[in-house]
């Protein structure tokens, strides 16, 4: 069965799952979707969905890509939502937004990986992390022979006391997520290497006298922040005391190589 994962990723989580899992279907395509290069549309059989839980609920950019579906249905549709612990709704949010559109999506999952919102503290320690990593490839084993045998089940979703309260968190703050960048800062230990600007997936910073500069288009991936390689860029007042992270297998050209070029 062809099949092709469509992922979204900022600081590597999303994008190791969806390599992992392709190699457990021996081998299907991966596109980023903040590529302006990929197809629109595409003929496989099969389609998946691999991104991050923004705030309690499905990623603009991830939203974007929904509505503007285009070409002939899929046979099958999955989706896997990465976070830190709390699914929330986000799964049920993608479900209705595709059946908006007339498709159907058969199955989502949620795999947790260590956090990268650094606002609210580091990745955690580093046997947890640990444990989080060996956990999620067994668990993409099973979404793999999930869709191997293209199997319908219920979205996996939190608790309702989580769906309610923070889907409602999800609806409030939604349309400020692209101005929550003016907590960004530079340090001086900035090298002006303007790696920041290369790694944003919608080209939210651009560079004045050779310092970032925050253009109120964020997605709060944070992968300006994360991949800096002097960690100069700050957020708030406590991010100078907390670990950076990214995915330990996924490199920084992984992510450059997928990123649309300056317009």
């Known amino acids: 069965?062809?099949?092709?994962?469509?992922?979204l990723t900022g600081t590597?989580?999303?994008?190791?799952?969806?390599?992992?899992?392709?190699?457990?279907?021996?081998?299907?395509?991966?596109?980023?979707?903040?590529?302006?290069?990929?197809?629109k549309a595409v003929d496989s059989k099969a389609i998946g969905l691999v991104f991050p839980v923004h705030i309690w609920g499905v990623p603009r950019l991830v939203l974007e890509f929904v509505r503007e579906w285009k070409g002939?249905?899929?046979?099958?549709?999955?989706?896997?939502?990465?976070?830190?612990?709390?699914?929330?709704?986000?799964?049920?949010?993608?479900?209705?937004?595709?059946k908006?559109?007339?498709?159907?999506?058969?199955?989502?999952?949620?795999?947790?990986?260590?956090?990268?919102?650094?606002?609210?503290g580091g990745?955690?320690?580093?046997?947890?992390?640990?444990q989080r990593f060996a956990s999620a490839a067994k668990k993409i084993s099973e979404i793999a022979a999930a869709i191997k045998d293209k199997k319908e089940l219920p979205v996996e979703r939190g608790p309702l006391w989580q769906r309610v309260l923070f889907s409602l968190f999800y609806k409030t703050t939604f349309s400020q997520v692209p101005k929550m960048d003016r907590k960004f800062w530079v340090?001086?230990?900035?090298?002006?290497?303007?790696?920041?600007?290369?790694?944003?997936?919608?080209?939210?910073?651009?560079?004045q006298d050779g310092n970032?500069?925050?253009?109120?288009?964020?997605?709060?991936?944070?992968?300006?922040?994360?991949?800096?390689?002097?960690?100069?860029?700050?957020y708030g007042k406590k991010t100078p005391q907390y670990e950076r992270y990214h995915h330990p297998e996924v490199q920084l050209n992984d992510l450059l190589k997928s990123r649309p070029s300056s317009p």
């Open 100 to 120: 908006k559109g007339g498709v159907k999506l058969f199955a989502g999952f949620e795999v947790v990986l260590p956090s990268n919102y650094i606002p609210w």
């Open 187 to 207: 340090d001086e230990k900035c090298n002006q290497c303007s790696i920041c600007s290369k790694v944003c997936p919608v080209h939210n910073i651009t560079l």
């Open 123 to 130: 990745p955690g320690p580093k046997d947890k992390r640990k």
């Open 12 to 39: 590597g989580n999303s994008l190791w799952v969806a390599r992992t899992l392709a190699q457990e279907l021996g081998g299907a395509d991966l596109k980023s979707i903040a590529d302006p290069r990929r197809e």
């Open 212 to 234: 970032p500069v925050w253009n109120h288009r964020c997605e709060q991936c944070f992968a300006c922040l994360q991949w800096c390689p002097k960690e100069a860029i700050q």
């Open 1 to 7: 069965m062809k099949t092709t994962i469509f992922y």
């Open 72 to 98: 002939p249905h899929p046979a099958y549709i999955f989706a896997a939502a990465v976070n830190a612990g709390q699914v929330a709704n986000t799964l049920v949010q993608l479900k209705k937004e595709f």
